[in-house]
C-alpha cells in the first residue's frame, strides 16, 4: 500500500459526459501527479500540483483540467467525454516538486470507462 | 526528444536467470531515472531508481546500469524468480519549470517460467 488512495475505483459513464477523480496524497506529501494509461498510449503524465499551484503539465486535453485543494487532495475533472478517454487514470504523489523529493508513489488508478 | 525508448516488449526467463530490459533517452536535461514495477490491476510501484552521476546501482536483485555518454540505461534483475513476473516501466525525469515532468518507456511484460 503506497499511502496514495483514489476514489472511485471505477467509473462508466456515456460519452459527452462530465467526471470527477479525486486523489488524496501520502501524509506529508505536497506534490500530486496525475497520469493516464492506456493500451495504445502508455502511462502517459498529465498533470502536477504542488501546495495548489499548477507546477508543469504534460499531454493533457483541453477538456480536462485538475486542481489540489488546502488539505492538498487533487480532482480530476474530464467533460465533454468521448470514448478514446477510456483508461486507467492514475495519481501519485511526492514529498516536493522535484528537488530532494523525486519519488513518486502511486495510487491504485481509477478505471474510466466511456460507453 | 522527449521519448524513452524500452524494449524489449515482452520477456520470458527460466527461474533463477537474468532479465535484462534496456531504455534509451535523447534529451539530456533528464537527470532522474526510475524504474516501475506494475503487477496487474495495481498502480506502479517505484522499485529502484538511478541519478546521471552515477554508472550502477543495486538494490538485492535488482540493478541499474548507466551510460551517460549513450544515453542508455538498462534494468538487471539477477535470480529472477515467478513473483517478478509483472510489468516493468523505465522513466525519465527532470524539473521543468518550477515543476517535475516524468516520461515512461512502452513497458516490458516479464514472465518468469517456474
Known amino acids: 500500500d503506497s499511502g496514495v488512495t483514489q476514489t472511485p475505483k471505477h467509473l462508466i459513464t456515456a460519452t459527452g459526459q462530465r467526471v470527477t477523480l479525486r486523489c488524496s496524497p501520502r501524509?506529508?506529501?505536497?506534490?500530486v501527479y496525475w497520469y493516464q494509461q492506456s493500451l495504445d498510449q502508455g502511462l502517459q503524465f498529465l498533470i502536477q500540483?504542488?501546495?495548489?499551484?499548477?507546477?508543469a503539465k504534460g499531454n493533457i486535453l483541453e477538456r480536462f483540467s485538475a486542481q489540489q485543494f488546502p488539505d492538498l487532495h487533487s480532482e480530476l475533472n474530464l467533460s465533454s467525454l468521448e470514448l478514446g478517454d477510456s483508461a486507467l487514470y492514475f495519481c501519485?504523489?511526492?514529498?516536493?516538486?522535484?528537488?530532494?523529493?523525486?519519488?513518486?508513489?502511486f495510487g491504485p488508478g481509477t478505471r474510466l470507462t466511456v460507453t | 526528444q522527449q521519448q524513452v525508448k524500452q524494449s524489449p516488449q515482452s520477456l520470458i526467463v527460466q527461474k533463477g536467470g537474468i532479465s535484462i530490459i534496456n531504455c534509451a533517452y535523447e534529451?539530456?536535461?533528464?537527470?532522474?531515472f526510475p524504474w516501475y514495477q506494475q503487477f496487474p490491476g495495481k498502480g506502479p510501484a517505484l522499485l529502484i531508481a538511478?541519478?546521471?552521476?552515477?554508472s550502477e546501482k543495486k538494490e538485492g536483485r535488482f540493478t541499474i546500469s548507466f551510460n551517460k555518454s549513450a544515453k542508455q540505461f538498462s534494468l538487471h534483475i539477477m535470480d529472477s524468480q515467478p513473483g517478478d513476473s509483472a510489468t516493468y516501466f523505465c522513466?525519465?525525469?527532470?524539473?521543468?519549470?518550477?515543476?517535475?515532468?516524468?516520461?515512461f518507456g512502452a513497458g516490458t511484460r516479464l514472465f518468469v517460467k517456474a
Open positions: 538511478i541519478r546521471p552521476d552515477v
Open positions: 534529451n539530456t536535461a533528464f537527470d532522474y
Open positions: 501524509s506529508g506529501d505536497l506534490s
Open positions: 522513466a525519465a525525469s527532470m524539473v521543468n519549470t518550477g515543476g517535475f515532468k516524468t516520461i
Open positions: 501519485a504523489s511526492s514529498v516536493d516538486a522535484g528537488g530532494a523529493g523525486y519519488e513518486q508513489y
Open positions: 500540483y504542488y501546495n495548489g499551484e499548477e507546477r
